[in-house]
C-alpha cells in the first residue's frame, strides 16, 4: 500500500539527512532534509496548538519562499489540507476560495494581508489568520501565538486523506478545487523523479508559482524524492535565473514556454557561465519546435516536453530522458498511469486520429471540491477526461492538437488554434502569438492571431498572411493584429480570455 505523505518525509529525512533540499535565492538561506522535517514537525505541533484538527483547511496566501512550502507540509502533518491563494489574486477572487474551501485558518505575510482584512468578516468559516511579519520565519509567528513549539510524534495516516485543494485558474468560470491526497504526492514525486532521470546531485529552480501543480510536482515533489536541491525564487527574471544558474550549478529548468521565449531574448546580452544546465523542462503549454531547437542550441541542454494537469498531480506524458525524443511531441504514457484517446462514443482512436486524451492511475484526483456533479462528469471508472485532444503515432507518442474548448468550427471546418499557432510560431519575426474564435455572422467564427512581433522585426500583416497561405488551407488562414505583448495568467501562460473576443 502507498505511504502518506508524512511517512514519505520522514523517510526522505533519515535517507538524505544533511544534504541540502531547499535554499532561498534571495536570502541564501539553506534547509536540508534533516531541517525540513524537524521544522514541519514543529509547525505541526503549532498549527494542532492553534486548534487545527483534521480535514481541516489551511490557506497560504503567501509569496514563493521555502516557507510556503513549509507551510503545507506542517499543515499535512498536523492532519490538515493545505489550500495555496494565488498572491496576484484580486480581493473578490481570494473571498471565493476562502468560502468555497471553508477555510478555518489562513497564513500569510504582513505585505498581502491587507487583502483579506476587509472580507474577514464575510467568511463564515475562518476562526484565525497568521500573519508573518518583516523577516519572521512561519515558526517564529506561531510560536508567538501558541509558545515555544517542539517536535510532536506523528500519527499515521491514510493515503487517501486529502493533502492539498489546487483552485484552477477559472479560465472559463470560477475556479474549481481540485483534490490531490497524500497517495497523488507520494505517486507523483517518485514518478517525476524516475520519469526526468533525477538524480541526487541535481540541482534546480522553483521559480514557477508554487500555488499552482507544476511548481510542486516537478521541482519540489520531484526533487524531494531524488535527494536534489531545489532553490526558491519569489519571481522570474531572465537575469536572475541566468545568475542562479551560474552561482548554484543548475542543472535542470522546469518552466513554460513563456519563460524559455524570456530566456532565449536574453540570450546575447547574456555573460553567465551556463555549462552546468543539461536540461529543460517544459510543460503547460505547447513549446514552438522552433523555440525548443534554438535553445538546445544556444544552451547546449536537451529540452524534455511533458504533459499534465492539475487533475494528475502534474505528470500524464513525457518525453523519455533515455531514448527518443519527439520534437513537438508530449511524449510517451509515463510509468504507472493508464492513457487512452477516445471518441465523442468512447471508442478507442487508431494512431494518427485525433480524440480526447484520459488518464487513470495513482496520480489521478479524487475529484472537486464540493462539487460532485461536476466530478462525475469528469471522472468515469476511475478514468479522468482531462478535455484536451491529442492524436498519438505508430510509436506512441502524443502529439497535442488543443483543448476541446478551443476547437473553431468555421463554416463547417474544424480548426484547430494551436496548428495555426505552430505555423505563425515557425516564422523568425514572431516572438509570441495566441489564436482564439471571434464571432462571425457569416461562417460562425474565424480564427484571429494577436502576435507580438520580436523587437526590431519589421514584418507586416501582408508577410505574415502570406506565410500562412503557403503553410495552412485557406479556410485555416486568420485575422491578424499586432500587439506588444499578450497578457499572461499568474503561472506565466498564455491567457486566451483576457484577449479581445471580436
Known sequence: MTQSFVQCVRDKANQYNDRVFLCDFETGKSITYAQFDGMTDRLAHG???????????????????????????????????????????????????????????????????????????????????????????????????????????????????????????????????????????????????????????DVTIAVLPLVHVFANA???????????????????????????????????????????????????SNTR?????????????????????????????????????????????????????????????????????VSESDDECAPGEVGELIFKGPNATAGYWNRSDETNKRITDGWVHTGDHVYQDEDGYFFLVGRESELIVSGGFNIYQKEIEAVLSSHPDIHEVAVIGVADKNKGEIPKAFIALKPGAESNEKDLLNHCGQNLAAYKIPMIEFVRELPKNPIGKIAKNLLPQK
Open 218 to 268: 516537478s521541482p519540489v515533489l520531484g526533487s524531494f524524492s531524488s535527494g536534489g536541491k531545489v532553490i526558491v525564487m519569489k519571481q522570474f527574471k531572465t537575469h536572475h535565473v541566468y545568475e542562479a544558474i551560474e552561482r548554484h550549478k543548475i542543472t535542470w529548468f522546469p518552466g513554460v514556454p513563456t519563460m524559455f521565449n524570456y530566456l532565449l531574448s536574453d540570450f546575447s
Open 273 to 341: 557561465n551556463l555549462s552546468s544546465l543539461r536540461m529543460g523542462l517544459s510543460g503547460g503549454a505547447s513549446l514552438p519546435v522552433e523555440s525548443l531547437r534554438e535553445f538546445e542550441t544556444k544552451f547546449n541542454a536537451n529540452i524534455l516536453e511533458v504533459y499534465g494537469l492539475t487533475e494528475s498531480t502534474g505528470l500524464v506524458t513525457a518525453n523519455p530522458v533515455y531514448g527518443a525524443r519527439k520534437p513537438g511531441s508530449i511524449g510517451i504514457t509515463v510509468s504507472g498511469v493508464q492513457t487512452r484517446v
Open 47 to 201: 498549527f494542532n496548538s492553534l486548534g487545527l484538527k483534521k480535514a481541516d483547511r489551511v490557506a497560504l496566501l503567501h509569496p514563493n519562499q521555502s516557507d510556503f512550502i513549509l507551510c503545507y507540509v506542517g499543515v499535512l502533518k498536523a492532519g490538515g489540507a493545505a489550500v495555496p491563494i494565488n498572491s496576484l489574486y484580486t480581493t473578490p477572487e481570494i473571498q471565493f476560495i476562502l468560502n468555497d474551501s471553508e477555510t478555518r485558518f489562513l497564513v500569510t505575510t504582513d505585505a498581502l494581508s491587507e487583502k483579506v482584512k476587509n472580507i474577514e468578516s464575510e467568511i463564515p468559516t475562518l476562526e484565525q489568520i497568521i500573519i508573518k511579519t518583516g523577516e519572521q520565519t512561519l515558526e517564529e509567528a506561531i510560536s508567538e501565538m501558541v509558545g515555544p513549539l517542539r517536535v510532536i510524534e506523528i500519527d499515521s495516516y491514510d493515503p487517501n486523506d486529502l493533502a492539498i485543494v489546487f483552485y484552477t485558474s477559472g479560465t472559463t468560470g470560477k475556479p474549481k478545487g481540485v483534490m490531490l491526497t497524500h497517495r497523488n504526492l507520494t505517486f507523483g514525486g517518485a514518478n517525476v523523479a524516475q520519469s526526468y532521470g533525477l538524480r541526487e546531485d
